[in-house]
């Protein structure tokens, strides 16, 4: 009897509370990128919920209440739990619960990092203001030089340039530059040079990362830039 409570019990922590999401975390941890879209249109709602949530403890009223801003940050979300799913238990926590802090890192750096106060408490460090010196120009033509040397960039590029207009290109490759390099505020310094405002950035930038990850999605040829860091999770 307590060797089948036992089994019982061992069955019951192994079986996954959600079928539908565990299908759908496993078709992601395989590489099939039309399941992200299961995922963002099924259960969409409740990541987007965790994305105000972070919004709202970092006191950033004007993003909480930009239905577009928070569509963004909640694809941001998505992107991190596609990034990790080959990591994710079925029988374990809400993907987008057990990925917490990576999604909550995610949105501070989506929208910023404005509120120094928040940050420091969780991070300890010391922010240097987002109206710090920047750089004089963009490096966009040190990204196409790069790309004659690496195909899998010039293939970026090419769907890139494909669905996005020459400034949106200059925007979006840019705003990747600052958040790579590790600035405080790359959206704003990226309007800075740009002559938007970070708002815009933020839109432009998850806009055509949206469009790309379609195209990716559903076309073969571009199956090699599903892992892409742009269209990953550090997008």
Known sequence: MRTETHHQTTDTIHHP????????????????????FDLSDEYGHRIRGIVRRIVEATGRRDILNDPDEIDGLKM??????????????????????????????AVWVGIGHRVVEFEEQHEG?????????????????????????????????????????????????????????????????????????????????????NKMIERVATDPALAVLGGFWFLGDGG
Do not use: C
Request: no cysteine.
């Open 125 to 209: 460090r010391e922010r240097i203001p987002a109206s710090g010196a920047a750089p004089v120009e963009l490096r966009v033509a040190h990204v196409v030089r790069l790309a004659g040397a690496r195909p899998e960039l010039a293939l970026f590029l090419n769907l890139l340039t494909d669905v996005a207009s020459e400034r949106d290109v200059e925007v979006v490759l840019e705003y990747e530059l600052q958040k790579t390099e590790g600035a405080q505020a790359p959206s704003e310094t990226t309007a800075l040079l740009t002559g938007l405002t970070s708002a815009n950035v933020r839109k432009i930038a998850s806009r055509i990362r």
């Open 76 to 105: 941001d979300a998505v992107l991190v739990v596609v990034g990790n799913a080959g990591k994710w238990k079925p029988w374990g926590a809400l993907p987008w619960t057990w990925a917490y802090r990576a999604i909550e890192k």
């Open 17 to 36: 509370a959600d079928p539908r999401l565990a299908e759908i975390m496993a078709r992601l941890a395989a590489g099939d990128m039309e399941a992200m």
